[in-house]
């Protein structure tokens, strides 16, 4: 090849290495900015700041949504499987809340690490399936889990 | 189809708002770049076959 | 290995003649494929079992994200090209694509926006793969401000070389987005190793929509570089010739 062209796309090169670990150590430092969310075990271990707008994320725990009918009031757990976080909210929750769902709240954790949210947004995964599949595969759930009690 | 009438198939349950007017805005951008494109095309044949008679008339 | 193509496809008149026999073909076919995907998908396909007819959005929105994704891979390739071997072509390239890009970033966005609002609660969120997708639109918006504002068409043609390759580096960051950091966005549908996370019927109209989006925006993008071709090569006498041939 062309010494001329060589040293050309050496030069390139090594600008877009350059600036790409520039920007890759930059995203490492603000990683906790980026990050939409902390998980349960974060705010558990500390990690997130007391009474300061943040965002938690994670799965609704199963039986754990507690409605109050005349307030709008709405309690309930988040896990990511480790450990647990209760957020308390009042408005109108996404239609994709529910239980066993994913969810990001946003809000204040107060002294005892509950978290008072002004926000809660579903967070949706990438498997889609039509409404028989899933009925089906909710069906073929039970009978496997009816087939486990039996014993 | 996964709709039972034509109605329902506008309704798209809830969401008739949400999906057509996504459709709607999608289709009018492709449209008008498409559109654009080939109108671009178009006026430069013009305007250079018009310099290239205007020199070749001098 | 021979080289004879990328000579050839570094020549203004052969790549005129090449994109006059195939532009609308490639185009036309695009609207085709477009329009089986979009109707298949909108009545055809089942709706998902959570998000109801919402889901159909899906048709436009990932089609729209990987041409636009696609076209900025493009746009920096030729950026490299260009400072490197100078190549002609490579600049009406990238003059050529931006616009596309931009829009259908645009769509991507729009789409996405909508679709939140149902599904998520929120219109936008400021999540990883949101905002580097915000910044892919605005990458797009600087090359194509760049071609309209400088005076110096060479200098133009550098800038937005260099702008195409240094914005390289924010394609594996959208990739690479909503596995990397905590994001309200869902992974990837199509990943190229394993099989997508839903049905035939719902993956088949996607893929087909996908596919047409694609030859629309190839067949487009060769109408505008033939365009752009014309402009820069006006003085050659078989750009005269090309004119004249078939009358005003």
């Known amino acids: 090849m062309h010494p001329v062209r060589k040293k050309r796309i050496i030069a390139i090169s090594s600008i877009v290495v350059i600036l790409g670990l520039a920007l890759a150590l930059v995203m490492y430092a603000l990683q906790q900015n980026i990050n939409l969310f902390y998980s349960p075990t974060q705010i558990v271990n500390g990690e997130a700041p007391k009474d300061v707008m943040l965002r938690a994320g994670g799965m609704v725990v199963e039986g754990s949504v507690k409605r109050d009918n005349e307030t709008l009031s709405v309690s309930f757990e988040v896990t990511d499987f480790t450990e647990t976080v209760r957020i308390e909210y009042k408005g109108i929750l996404p239609d994709l809340f529910r239980e066993g769902q994913g969810i990001v709240a946003q809000g204040k954790l107060n002294a005892n690490g509950t978290m008072i949210a002004s926000e809660v947004l579903a967070k949706h995964d990438e498997e889609y399936m039509s409404p028989e599949i899933a009925e089906a595969l909710k069906q073929s759930e039970l009978n496997s889990t009816s087939s486990n009690t039996s014993y | ?19 057509w007017s996504t459709y709607g805005i999608s289709g009018v951008i492709l449209f008008a770049i498409a559109w654009q494109s080939w109108q671009q095309k178009k006026q430069v044949k013009r305007q250079l076959a018009k310099r290239f008679i205007r020199e070749q008339e001098k | 290995m021979s080289w004879t193509w990328f000579h050839k496809l570094g020549s203004p008149k052969w790549f005129f003649q090449f994109a006059s026999r195939w532009s609308l073909g490639v185009f036309l076919s ?20 959570q998000q109801g007819n919402s889901f159909r959005i899906i048709y436009i929105h ?5 041409l636009a994704q696609s076209c900025y891979l493009g746009l920096g390739v030729a950026g490299f090209v260009f400072l490197v071997w100078q190549m002609k072509m490579a600049p009406i390239f990238i003059k050529s694509v931006a616009p596309l890009g931009a ?10 926006a909508i679709w939140g609002k149902p599904t998520w609660g929120t219109w936008w969120v400021w999540d990883a793969r949101l905002t580097s997708v915000l910044v892919l639109f605005l990458l797009y918006m600087g090359v194509i401000a760049i071609q309209n504002s400088l005076e110096d068409k060479i200098l133009a043609d550098k800038a937005v070389a260099v702008i195409g390759v240094v914005g390289l580096i924010n394609l594996p960051i959208i990739k690479y987005s909503v596995e990397w950091w905590n994001t309200l966005h869902q992974p990837a549908t199509f990943k190229l190793t394993e099989k997508p996370a839903m049905p035939m019927e719902m993956w088949l109209p996607l893929l087909i929509s996908s596919l047409g989006l694609y030859l629309f925006i190839a067949g487009l993008a060769m109408l505008r570089m ?19 041939k078939n009358g005003i």
């Open chain 3, 62 to 66: 990932v089609p729209a994200a990987i």
């Open chain 3, 103 to 112: 829009l259908v970033a645009l769509i991507a966005l729009v789409s996405g």
């Open chain 3, 226 to 244: 033939q365009t752009e071709v014309l402009n820069r090569e006006r003085r050659s006498s078989w750009v005269k010739e090309e004119v004249l």
């Open chain 2, 1 to 19: 189809m996964a709709f039972d009438s034509f109605s329902d198939f506008l309704q798209m349950g809830r969401h008739g708002f949400y999906v």
């Open chain 3, 30 to 49: 695009g609207v085709v494929l477009l329009l089986i995907g979009l109707v298949w998908g909108l009545a055809f396909a089942p709706e998902d079992y």
